[in-house]
């Protein structure tokens, strides 16, 4: 099956810091999704973005689908921003591949 | 809408009994999907329904594990018996189809159901 990695595994930020998350895969996806599990650990849609740029407030995210990768950014991190950032992929049907996760915590 | 919703939130029981989780998908959503999370295997899917039939259950750990979707607004996802190693936060998410005129491909997931059989 698909094989998804992300990068770093784990962040500490200086409240205001700005950082860059990634999700490589290993096949061609029609969809892709990057989730934040906040400490109480619900998953929260950040984006779907099979291709392309889409931003939302301090967050955006690119997706590069013919080399493989996607790219969150957050732009001056919050201490609200800490949780894991979970980047999902599927390549065919319906179901989601999970990545290891990226582990943020964002200190005042 | 209120989004996914999962019951209970938490629950806590002993080996050998039978444990009934619930799910409850956005109305319209077509697709239902049941998760895992441990800190050992991550997100994993279980198994996941189109318009109330079984479409994958290769994610299903064993026998024990069952999951009925009887209307297209309710779901349930049984462990009998449990055992301590199905200790896990189990998610419920649903997704719509093109055709329903929803955000079509993105899965949306309920708060979860943090299990802990002892």
């Known amino acids: 099956g698909i094989q998804v990695e992300q990068s770093p595994p784990d962040l500490i930020l200086q409240e205001g810091a700005n950082s860059t998350l990634r999700c490589n895969f290993s096949?061609?996806?029609?969809?892709l999704q990057w989730f934040h599990q906040n400490p109480w650990g619900q998953l929260i849609n950040l984006f779907y973005i099979p291709s392309g740029t889409k931003q939302n407030g301090r967050l955006s995210a690119t997706t590069v689908a013919t080399e493989r990768y996607s790219l969150l950014y957050i732009s001056s991190s919050q201490t609200t921003d800490s949780g894991v950032y979970f980047c999902a992929v599927r390549e065919a049907g319906n179901m989601l591949t999970f990545g290891g996760g990226t582990r943020l915590m964002v200190k005042p | 809408d209120a989004g996914v919703i999962q019951s209970p939130r938490h629950e806590v029981t002993e080996m050998g009994q039978e444990v009934t989780l619930r799910c409850k998908p956005i109305?319209?959503?077509?697709?239902l999907f049941w998760y895992r999370q441990t800190m050992m295997r991550g997100l994993e899917l279980l198994i996941y329904f189109n318009n109330n039939v079984p479409i994958d259950d290769s994610g299903m750990p064993e026998d024990r594990f069952s999951a009925k979707m009887p209307n297209a607004s309710f779901s349930t996802l049984k462990i009998q018996p449990s055992e301590p190693r199905d200790s896990a936060v189990y998610f419920c998410?649903?997704?719509?189809?093109?055709?329903?005129?929803?955000?079509?491909?993105?899965?949306?997931f309920g708060p979860g159901t943090r299990l802990t059989v002892l």
């Open positions: 096949d061609s996806v029609n969809n």
């Open positions: 998410a649903t997704q719509a189809t093109a055709l329903a005129g929803f955000s079509y491909n993105e899965q949306f």
């Open positions: 109305s319209g959503h077509d697709y």
